[in-house]
């Protein structure tokens, strides 16, 4: 079998990222008869989830939290491709129709056994996740990167007319920012915070992992839960961010981009929500 290792050097970038630079690489070599194996030794490995433990129990750190899309066993080295440096051309996965784009990501980024068994018992806890909102809120770091910084108050006209429409809703929401889920509280009681999840001090200015007290391990974790329960949910409304559209194309669900395309391989007027592939004002 004809492979290739699939590394990245953004050290500090966020897991959801990494996942977002991976599954482009693997696109790419589908595409061109070869088999990836997902690479992330300690030299080439998130900062914000080091951990010593669990590099003890497995040395590859995706394989802390996924399954190989290809490989039970790390095959023999030889061509390794780095996300920096790879070029993907008109293979880009992300310019692919959304269907296919969401069946990829279903079909090739899947949770370990021990992740699976801790999404599935939180989506218990939650229960009725068919009858949710889910809700997340991305900004400790958003201001100047296209990333627009919303406020929480954006969501509401939308998270109004999803209730107008089929009332009796809960809200399962999780933020990046301290006190983001308790406004949603104020205005919504029926919200239930992912407490799970962490939030960063609201004066914060970098993403939420460097902060987060929790080992390396669980912080990945985290993210594997908040991606799990939102991508069950009947509605998830979201701004941009690499994990709410993780959660979004795992989803079956209906999907609110506030500022964003879902697919994020297109230019998008920020000023706009997309909404079934329609675009309706942002601020109302």
């Not at 987060?212 to 509605?235: D, F, H, I």
């Not at 194309?249 to 230019?267: M, Q």
Request: with cysteine; proline share 6%; glycine share 6%.
């Amino acid at each position: 079998m004809n492979s290739v290792y699939l590394e990245k050097t953004d050290i500090g970038a966020t897991l959801a990222t990494w996942i977002y630079c991976s599954m482009q690489m693997l696109y790419y070599a589908d595409n061109i008869g070869l088999k990836g194996y997902i690479s992330w030794p300690p030299n080439r490995s998130l900062q914000p989830h080091q951990d010593q433990a669990a590099w003890a129990r497995c040395p590859n750190m995706y394989e802390w939290w996924f399954k190989q899309p290809y490989f039970d066993s790390a095959p023999p080295r030889g061509e390794t491709w780095i996300a920096e440096l790879a070029g993907v051309g008109p293979r880009n996965l992300f310019f692919q129709p959304l269907d296919a784009i969401k069946q990829y990501y279903r079909d090739h980024v899947v949770f370990n056994a021990e992740v699976k068994s801790r999404v599935d018992m939180a989506a218990v806890k939650y229960g009725n996740l068919d009858r949710a909102i889910g809700v997340s809120w991305r900004g400790c770091d958003s201001t100047d990167d296209g990333r627009p910084r919303l406020p929480i108050e954006v969501y509401y006209p939308f998270i109004d007319d999803i209730l107008a429409e089929d009332p009796g809703l809960k809200i399962l929401a999780t933020a990046e920012e301290a006190t983001v889920v308790d406004k949603l509280k104020a205005r919504y009681p029926q919200t239930v915070a992912i407490d799970e999840a962490f939030s960063a001090p609201w004066e914060y200015r970098k993403h939420s992992e460097y902060v987060n007290p929790a080992s390396g391990y669980e912080r990945g974790v985290q993210t594997c839960l908040m991606v799990g329960l939102l991508s069950q949910c009947k509605y998830y409304v979201k701004n941009r961010s690499s994990m709410s559209s993780w959660a979004a194309w795992l989803s079956r669900g209906k999907i609110i981009n506030l500022a964003h395309p879902e697919n994020l391989g297109f230019n998008f007027d920020l000023t706009k929500a997309e909404i079934d592939g329609k675009l309706v004002p942002l601020y109302r």
